[in-house]
Structure formats: C-alpha cells, structure tokens
C-alpha cells in the first residue's frame, strides 16, 4: 500500500508548484540577501565589495543602538499588554460572561481585522492637536486640561502607539487564550471549588498553572509580531519624531530604499532575522522544559 | 449568521453545573456590578472610536473646524464618498488590491492544499525535513527577502505591472497555509486513501476528487486569513509598488493625505471608512470563522 501513497509523480505534482515557489521567492532570497551584506551600492547603481564594514558600521551606527533599543522597548511592552489585557479579557468570558460572551468576543475582536493603516489615521486623527484638536485633546480641554501634542513629542508618541496597538490586538490575544481556558476540564475546576479555592486562589493555584501553554504561545506569537512592526508605526508616527519611534523594521526600509543602500540595509535586516530566531527559539526551549517538568 | 449557534454550544459545557446554589439577589447583583461596568466601558472603547470615524465621514469642512468633535454631523450626504472616490482615487485602489488579492488567494490555495497534502498523507523518505522548511519561512520577516526580490523583478522587467505583489504575497502566505493544511490533513483516515488507490484512482486524482473536499472547511478558513493578511499588507505593497496608478488600498490610503493636503477632512475620513467598512462587513458575515482561523494560525506559528 505504501507503495501508492510513496507515488513520485503524485509527489512532485503535489508539492512541486509550492516548492519551486517558496525555494525562489522566499528560501533563496534569504540567502542573497545575506550575502548582500559583504556589498554595498545597489541593483541600479552597482555593487562593490565591502567586506565586513557593514557589520562594523551596524556596531557603531547609533541609528541602529537607537532603532534596536526601541525595538525591544517598543516588544517588551506590547507584548506584556497583550497577553495580560487577553488574559483578563479571557477570563471575563470564560468566568464572569459564560453564555453571552459570544457577543462580545465579537465585538472587541473587531479592530482585529481592520486594516492597520486605517487604523492608524484614525488614531492620528484622535490624538492631533492642530490644525484642529482630535478627539482626546477635546476631552482633555472639557475638563480643563490643555491640549498635549501628543505625536510631537517622542515619549508621548510611544504612549499613542502602545494605546493604539493595544486597541488593535488585545481581541485577537483574548480569543486566544479563550480556546485555551476552555480546554481546561470543568472536573478539576469542580473539584478545586468544592475543595473551597475561590477567586484569585482558584486564578492562582489551578487556572494558570492550567493554561500556562498556551499563555507561552501567545508570548511567543506576540514577540515575533512585535519585533517585525511596521505599518502601524509607519502609518501612525512615520518614526517620527525625529527618529524617536523607529524601529529596526523601518530604519531598513530606510536605508535602502531612501539612501538605497541594499548592503547595509540587508545588515540590518539580518539582524533583525537573528533576533526573531534568537527569541522565538529561546522562549520556545525554556517552554519545553517547564512543560517537561509538570 | 454563525455567532449565535456555534460558540454557546461551546461555552454553555462549561459554566459551573452542579454547586448553583440560589444567592440572595441584592447580593448577586452587587457582584454583578463590577463585571457590568467593565463591559460598558470596555465596548465604549472598542466601538466609539469607529462611531466617531463614521460621523466624521458625513461632516462638511465647516463641521470639522467649527463644531465640537464629538458632535453628531448636520445632514448625511455621501459628498465625502463621491469626492474619495473619485478625486482621491480610492476606485483605483481597491481595483488594484483586488487585482493582487484574487490570484494570490487562489496559487495559495492550490499549492499550499497540495503541498499538505503531499508533506502529510504521502509517505516519502524526507517529508519531515521539507515540512521544517516550510515552516522556518514563517520566522522571516519580509525584510529580509525585499531586496534580493526589488532586484530579481527589477532584472526579469516585472516592474511596473502587479505581478511582483501576486508573487510575493503567495511565497510568504505559503508556509503557514502549508502547515495548517498539513495538520488538518493528519486527521483524515489514510484508509480513505487506500480505499481510493485500490479503485484504481492516483493519488493525484485521489487528492483532487477526496482530498481536496474532505478539507474544504479549513481551506476556506485558512483563505479568509490569507485574504486579511494580503489585504491589510502594507510593507510588499509599498515596495513593489512605486508607482501611484499600482497602489493598493492600504499604500494609497498612507498617501492620501498628501494629495489632499493635511486639513481636508471628509473625504480623508471617508476613504477610511470604506477601508474600514468592508473590512468589518466581511468579518461579521463570517467572524466565527475568521477567529478560529487566525488563533489557529497563531498558535502553531
């Protein structure tokens, strides 16, 4: 029987088209930008041989030092807010919503789907200050406070893209970590209550413990999309001020296509492949092992 | 309509069977409180932010400067619509992701349930192998395959027409469709197979005439996914598309701005929107669907 489902030509037919795809226009390309960093100049203008300078340059080009530490601010943060706004927003489903949560889940998933670019128009509109006051400088002014200009200022305007990236995933997070909460067997709740945990004990000792798993795969799923933001940072600051909200993404995009520099801009870009790697494999070993352990 | 049927089925096995001991109802409601209260505030959040884009659509120029922002706009006339449209372009935008989505979409599927289909119910020395490989693609960001990619459809002439989104939107959607298939197919009987083999049918026609249909749900899953990736993308677009008449929704809606200057108002808000409009359409036709597929696609990623 093997001898059928081992058919060559159904293999190659089947798994050829995708293959021969992936290979050339993601596998390969990997790999020529990697050895575009020994280059610099571009496509249109020529290479030259640049030896190692470009790593050099990437260890003391303080655009880099600026971009990466706001990089890993910009993950740490997010993700902490993400899986802990969907955590509690999962929990309020599964404990305190029960059969209408349905609803709701719908409802705050929401911005999820939206594109990210509308969303953050309409973020930038909300927090504008001139020519006209957006929607939270008004609010700000009923009260009686002055108007902040919250994108002209380089700590404010980290505050309005953690807000509006919040805004934009704690849905998605919370359905998440729904499908796992749910998995977890009533007996063992049943029993737990019975045995007098209640609230934050019953959170505590048994819930958490319970959905560790998938808590890690959102952890890991959150850190992989925030070290490769983009389109919310560009459609909302542009990385502005300055270049007080760039991020490694952007400051790549950057430097090859405004100064078309394809060699440094791959530099920069691999390091940022690095990272992802490094991350998402060191989260994914000390997961295996606390998994292990139970 | 999805919602109501399919997930109370799921919650309703839940909640606390047995110990619902009747409470005094002053007591309960009290409890209750907190909870409702949260929820008010957290639906504010969620939704008025899109009540307000939405009012803003209808507003004339004199209502943005002079009228407080969150007032409600005189009269609801489409000029801001007609004026997006038409002089900001969005008609050609939205043809033009359409142009890149669809056949993108579609090389997606077939490859992608093909190539599943290969990786898991085929049995071949180094299937496991070519799977990983599959699956590192997921890890790289699109950076790093831009510009080997500018330079390759530079050199083969492909600038300047749509081809390099409909490439390249079906090379990074491939890893995790590949994945996911693969996973739905390990839950199909090998024997349905067999039993095909022994009737005399290859295994191309196998996967074709049963394969294919017996995974059609996740396919449209996973799709409808695809389709929120490549239609929400902004980072391929914006580099393969330098050209205004190229622009797909997203890179035109990050320019708009610019064409209309920075203070003109409505049509900005209305080309928003649109955007944001048949988007949300979309997910509350099939959000059961879109939920379940983008946490899968999560948690395996």
């Known amino acids: ?294 | 309509m999805t919602a109501p049927t399919a997930l109370p089925t799921r919650a309703s096995h839940k909640p606390l069977p047995a110990p619902q001991r009747p409470r005094t109802s002053p007591n309960k409601f009290l409890k209750r409180a907190p909870v409702q209260i949260l929820i008010a505030i957290l639906l504010v959040v969620e939704i008025y932010p899109l009540v307000w884009l939405f009012m803003g659509s209808f507003k004339t120029q004199d209502e943005f400067l002079n009228s407080p922002v969150w007032a409600l706009p005189q009269n609801f006339n489409l000029d801001n619509y007609v004026e997006a449209w038409t002089t900001g372009n969005i008609a050609t935008y939205v043809g033009n992701s359409l142009i890149a989505t669809i056949p993108s979409l579609f090389l997606i599927v077939l490859f992608g349930v093909a190539a599943g289909f290969a990786l898991e119910v085929l049995v071949w020395k180094g299937r496991g192998t070519v799977l990983l490989v599959f699956l590192a693609g997921i890890m790289v960001p699109g950076q790093m395959i831009l510009l080997p990619l500018f330079s390759a459809y530079f050199q083969v002439g492909l600038t300047g027409t749509l081809w390099p989104l409909i490439i390249t939107y079906t090379a990074t959607g491939l890893p995790l469709t590949v994945f996911m298939m693969a996973t739905y197919f390990r839950a199909v009987p090998r024997e349905v197979f067999e039993a095909a083999a022994l009737d005399g049918a290859s295994m191309i026609r196998a996967f074709f005439s049963i394969g294919f249909p017996m995974v059609r749900n996740a396919v449209f899953t996973v799709a409808l996914v695809q389709f929120f990736f490549i239609w929400n993308d902004l980072l391929i677009a914006l580099t393969f598309t330098n050209n205004a008449d190229l622009s797909t929704i997203q890179v035109g809606l990050l320019n708009f701005t610019g064409e209309f200057g920075a203070v003109q108002y409505g049509p900005l808000f209305a080309a928003i929107c649109i955007n944001v409009l048949g988007t949300l359409v979309l997910y509350l036709f099939l959000n059961q669907r879109v939920m379940k597929g983008l946490a899968g696609g999560a948690v395996k990623g």
Not at chain 1, 31 to 55: K, V
Request: hydrophobic share 50%.
């Open chain 1, 1 to 294: 029987m093997n001898n059928v489902l081992g058919d060559k030509k159904a293999i190659v037919v089947l798994l050829g088209p995708a293959l021969v795809v992936y290979t050339v226009a993601m596998l390969l390309p990997v790999f020529w930008s990697a050895g575009y960093t020994f280059l610099s100049g571009n496509a249109i203008t020529g290479f030259t041989f640049a030896g190692f300078s470009n790593f050099e340059k990437l260890v003391t080009d303080p655009a880099v030092g600026e971009a990466l530490w706001f990089t890993l601010r910009y993950a740490v943060v997010i993700t902490i807010g993400q899986v802990l706004l969907g955590y509690m927003l999962s929990l309020l489903y599964v404990f305190a919503l029960k059969r209408g949560s349905s609803l709701i889940r719908t409802l705050v998933f929401f911005p999820v789907v939206l594109p990210t670019v509308a969303v953050a128009l309409l973020f930038q509109k909300m927090f504008e200050i001139a020519p006209q006051n957006g929607l939270v400088n008004s609010a700000l002014n009923a009260v009686g406070l002055g108007s902040i200009d919250w994108l002209g200022d380089g700590s404010t305007a980290f505050l309005v893209i953690v807000i509006m990236d919040l805004w934009r995933s704690m849905g998605f997070y919370a359905v998440l970590l729904y499908t796992g909460l749910v998995d977890i067997p009533d007996d063992i709740l049943e029993s737990a209550r019975l045995d007098g945990a209640r609230g934050l004990h019953l959170l505590r000792h048994i819930v958490l413990p319970l959905s560790l798993p998938v808590l890690l795969s959102s952890i890991i799923f959150s850190i992989n999309g925030t070290l490769k933001v983009f389109d919310s940072i560009v459609a909302l600051t542009n990385g502005g001020p300055g270049s007080a909200t760039t991020p490694l993404t952007l400051l790549m995009f950057r430097t090859s296509f405004t100064y078309g520099d394809y060699g440094y801009g791959s530099s920069i870009a691999l390091l940022l492949t690095i990272l992802c790697l490094v991350v998402t494999l060191f989260i994914f070993r000390s997961s295996r092992r606390d998994l292990t352990k139970d």
